[in-house]
């Protein structure tokens, strides 16, 4: 089944503790996305990657890292997570034309205390 | 500064008539845009697309319309089910060679049976 698979589903996790959220997807996609889903602003872009090793940021790439060493993992990575990344946080990915449209992820629900 | 506009956060429908979902844009350089349907617990997945160089797309119940001279596009869901009872985000993508696909910020159709 084509699917872009994001662990965990859930996180509680204490400021300043680094945390990865991990992404992958098995349909051989060029492009993938990271978003972040908060009330009210919709889902806005934090960093992407259009190829293995080529990363690029966002609209809100502030406190977030993301490596693509593979084609098919695509891991979000918080050093020093803070009160304002709680969100809910989705992974995309793409052939590189967007006509084709996105396949998102579940999504991680992301709670710093 | 919001590029894609939904200003009606939510919207009640009876079972069986039609379900409008207005989104308005900013950014006359959009070429492609796209309807992603979202139940909780889910990532968003991908409903229709329209091209800019068309003004209508139709698939089965759905019809999205656009309106490039008002920078305005819907869509229309006849006859609206209770399973269509989600969270809808039109998206637009941008211009250039990024793929990137900017939201707006959802409406929530609830179809009442």
């Known amino acids: 089944e084509a699917q872009v698979t994001q662990n965990p589903r859930y996180l509680i996790t204490v400021t300043g503790k680094k945390l990865t959220v991990t992404c992958s997807q098995n349909m051989n996609h060029e492009y993938m996305s990271w978003y972040r889903q908060d009330p009210g602003l919709g889902l806005r872009q934090i960093y992407y990657s259009m190829n293995v090793e080529v990363t690029d940021k966002g609209d809100v790439p502030e406190g977030y890292k993301v490596s693509r060493k593979e084609k098919r993992n695509f891991p979000l990575i918080l050093e020093s997570p803070s009160p304002n990344q709680t969100s809910l946080y989705f992974c995309?990915?793409?052939?590189?034309?967007?006509?084709?449209?996105?396949?998102f992820g579940s999504g991680t629900r992301l709670t710093v205390v | 500064d919001q590029q894609v506009k939904q200003n009606s956060p939510s919207l009640s429908v009876q079972e069986g008539r039609i379900s409008i979902l207005n989104c308005d844009y900013t950014n006359s350089m959009f070429d492609y845009f796209l309807w992603y349907k979202k139940y909780p617990a889910e990532g968003p997945t991908f409903l229709i697309s329209?091209?800019?160089?068309?003004d209508k797309n139709e698939d089965g119940r759905f019809t999205v319309f656009l309106n490039k001279s008002a920078k305005h596009l819907s869509l229309h869901i006849v006859p609206s089910q209770p399973g269509d009872s989600a969270v809808y985000f039109c998206?637009?993508?941008?211009?250039?060679?990024?793929?990137?696909?900017?939201f707006g910020t959802g409406t929530l159709l609830a179809v009442q049976p």
């Open positions: 995309a990915s793409s052939p590189n034309r967007v006509t084709f449209g996105y396949t």
């Open positions: 329209i091209s800019s160089i068309k």
């Open positions: 998206a637009a993508s941008g211009s250039g060679a990024t793929n990137k696909l900017i």
